[in-house]
C-alpha cells in the first residue's frame, strides 16, 4: 500500500490549543493505560538494550504530545527491570498541562521543557537519547531524514516508534476507535472543561478529529523496508541503524509496533 502524506490536524499550527490538547491528551491515555502494556513491555525490550549500549539513563523524548506511552515505558523499566531513567519532554507545540502533570508527580524523574523544540535542530544542552513516539510519520520523507540527520550530526541516539501498520485494516480499527474513545472516555481523560464537553457531546467535533488524525496516521506511517531506506540516506559511517518490527497484541487486535533506533559507533 503506498503511503499518502494526506492532511492531518495535529500538524496544522492555527488548531487550537483546547482541540490540540484534546488529540495529545486522549493519545497519552491510550497509549499509556495498562490495557497497552504489551506495548510497553515491546518498546522496553527495544529502548532499554539501547540506552545501555549508550551508557545513558537520560532520555530526550521529541513530538511529546501529552506524553504517550513513553511514561509507562519508563514506569515498566523501572520496576520490571530495575533500570531508572529520567525524562525531559518536548514538543513543537507543547501541552503544558499535560507536561506539567507528568512532571508534578514523577517526584524529579520527568521534566518539562516549556518552550518549543523541533525534532530536526533539537538544543545540543538537551542531552540524551532522543525518542519519538507514534510521531515519525508527521514527516514527510525529506523531513524525516532532517530529524536522522540531526540526531547523526549531533552524535545522539535516536529510538523511533510507531505502534500500528500502514494497512486498510489498521486504518478501519484506529478510525473506529477514535470516535469511541472520544465518545466514551472524555470524563476520564485530561480536565473536562466546558469547551471540551460541548465539543465532544453538543458538536461532535473532537471525537470527529481523533477518528480522521487516526486514519490518516495510518496511511502515513513508514515501512519497516522506509525506515532503512531513510536510515541509509543521511549517510556517514560513525552511525548504526537498526529497523525492525515486534507483533503486540492489543484489545482492539494485533498492532505490530515498527521501530528504527540509531547509535553513533
Known amino acids: 500500500m503506498k503511503r499518502h502524506h494526506l492532511f ?8 487550537p490549543v483546547g482541540l490540540r490538547d484534546y488529540l495529545t491528551d486522549h493519545l497519552h491515555f491510550a497509549l499509556g493505560s495498562d490495557q497497552a502494556r504489551p506495548l510497553h513491555q515491546a518498546i522496553a525490550s527495544v529502548l532499554q538494550p539501547t540506552m545501555e549500549k549508550l551508557d545513558t539513563r537520560e532520555i530526550v523524548d521529541l513530538c511529546s504530545g501529552g506524553g504517550g506511552p513513553l511514561l509507562a515505558v519508563q514506569r515498566y523499566m ?9 525524562v525531559t519532554l518536548t514538543d513543537l507545540y507543547p501541552n503544558i498541562a499535560a507536561f506539567e502533570r507528568a512532571e508534578h508527580g514523577s517526584n524529579g524523574s520527568v521534566r518539562a521543557h516549556r518552550g518549543p523544540v523541533s525534532a530536526v535542530d ?4 538537551l542531552a540524551g537519547i532522543r525518542t519519538l513516539f507514534t510521531a515519525f510519520h508527521h514527516f514527510r520523507p525529506e523531513d524525516a531524514r532532517r530529524v536522522l540527520l540531526d540526531a547523526r550530526l549531533k552524535r545522539c541516539g535516536i529510538a523511533i516508534f510507531e505502534p500500528f501498520e500502514r494497512s486498510p485494516r489498521m ?9 469511541a474513545c472520544g465518545l466514551l472516555l472524555t470524563p476520564k481523560v485530561g480536565r473536562m472543561s466546558f469547551g471540551r ?15 480522521w488524525d487516526g486514519v490518516v496516521s495510518a496511511l502515513r506511517s513508514y515501512t519497516v523496508a522506509e525506515l532503512r531506506e531513510l536510515a541509509d540516506s543521511v549517510g556517514g559511517d560513525d552511525f548504526v541503524w537498526e529497523a525492525g518490527q515486534i507483533p503486540v497484541v492489543t484489545p482492539v487486535g494485533p498492532m505490530p509496533l515498527t521501530y528504527l533506533v540509531g547509535l553513533p559507533t
Open 122 to 125: 533539537v538544543p545540543p544542552t
Open 8 to 15: 492531518e490536524w495535529e500538524d496544522q499550527p492555527w488548531l
Open 78 to 86: 523501572g520496576a520490571e527491570s530495575n533500570f531508572p531513567t529520567t
Open 197 to 211: 464537553f460541548v465539543l465532544t457531546y453538543v458538536l461532535p467535533v473532537a471525537p470527529a478529529v481523533v477518528a
Open 171 to 179: 486504518a478501519r480499527i484506529l478510525g473506529l476507535a477514535g470516535i
